[in-house]
Each structure stands twice: as C-alpha cells, then as structure tokens.
C-alpha cells in the first residue's frame, strides 16, 4: 500500500493536471480502478451473457463537443429491480466510460439513459461496444460477481468535491497521503 501510494504521489507531483491534489489522486485511483474492472469483464465469456438481454433502443451521436450522445437501453430482467442495483449499475458505467455527463434509470420499466462523450480512441468507442459493456457489468452486478455497495452514483454536479460525500476508502486513503507529503512551513 505505502508503495502504490508513493507511485500515486509521485504521478500527481511530477505530472500536469487539474483539479487539487486529492482530485488528482481520485482521478489517478479511478483510472486504476477502471483498469480492474475491463480485466474482471474480460474474464466473462460469451456464452454467459447470451440469455442476459440488454438492449440498445435508441442512439443518438453527438454534437460534436457542444452536445454529448444519449444512449437508451432496456433490461427486461431487471423490471423492478431495486434502486441499490441500478445505482451500482450507474456507479460502474460511470467508472468504465469515465466521460458519462449524466445517468438516469426507470425500474419500473427497465431502461436506462445515458448521456456521454464519446472517446475517439481507446476501448469505449461505438455504442454496441458500450452495450457490451454493460450487459457484462449488469450479469456481474447480477450474479453478484460485483460487488453492490459501491454507491457513488449521484449526477456528475453532485459527486464533486464534498468532504461528506467522500467514502471510508477515500477517506483513509487521503489521511495517508496528508502523513507523506511534506507541507511547507
């Protein structure tokens, strides 16, 4: 731990970004985090998923950088799923696509909205590719192959910069951080 730790400071010193220094080190533990989510969907074959129906309804491309893309999918078997499912649901979207401006869920029907910034390149780029995605997150989530409790699903304007809203893990990871760097005098 102390070693990842060192790793993550020393990225936040000697690189140029934005954000304070312990928005620097969420974002640098997100990206880890995203990293083991794709290799925990990776390791989901096909033939698993086949009968776990998501689908893609409706698909609207962006306007450039001026209007994000929406997404629209329904997920017939999750008709009435409780909302600790859906927001676990939001949470690992959010994480995988990490450009998500909004999320929105109706369990009562089933469906799904997203409103996202595409990436040019990299993993995420069409949206039959980001359905993929998340019917392998929701047969996990389903399958309890990942966990529920990681519920910082909230609108993008809500899950910024709140000392209250900040989880045990954060919490813990930023008092370590404060222990190793050197504050001026």
Known sequence: MIDTLTTVLEQVH???????VLDQIDKIFRKQQRINLFEKL??????????????????????????PALLR????????????????????????????????FDSARGRMKI???????????????????????????????????????RRMTERR???GEMSKEQAALIGAALKLIQLPK
């Open 161 to 163: 910069g709140s000392l």
């Open 42 to 67: 990776e390791t989901i074959d096909d033939t698993e998923i086949e009968n776990f129906q998501v689908v893609l309804y409706k698909s609207i491309m962006p306007n450039g950088k001026k209007k």
């Open 14 to 20: 000697s690189g140029i970004r934005q954000g304070s």
């Open 73 to 104: 999918f329904y997920l017939p078997s999750w008709k009435d799923h409780d909302e600790i499912f859906w927001h676990s649901l939001g949470d690992y979207v959010i994480l995988a696509m990490h450009r998500v401006t909004d999320v929105e």
């Open 115 to 153: 409103k996202y910034f595409p990436k040019i390149k990299g993993r995420i780029k069409h949206p039959e590719d980001i359905r993929v995605i998340i019917q392998k997150i929701a047969y996990l989530v389903d399958t309890e192959g990942l966990p529920t409790d990681f519920t910082r699903f």
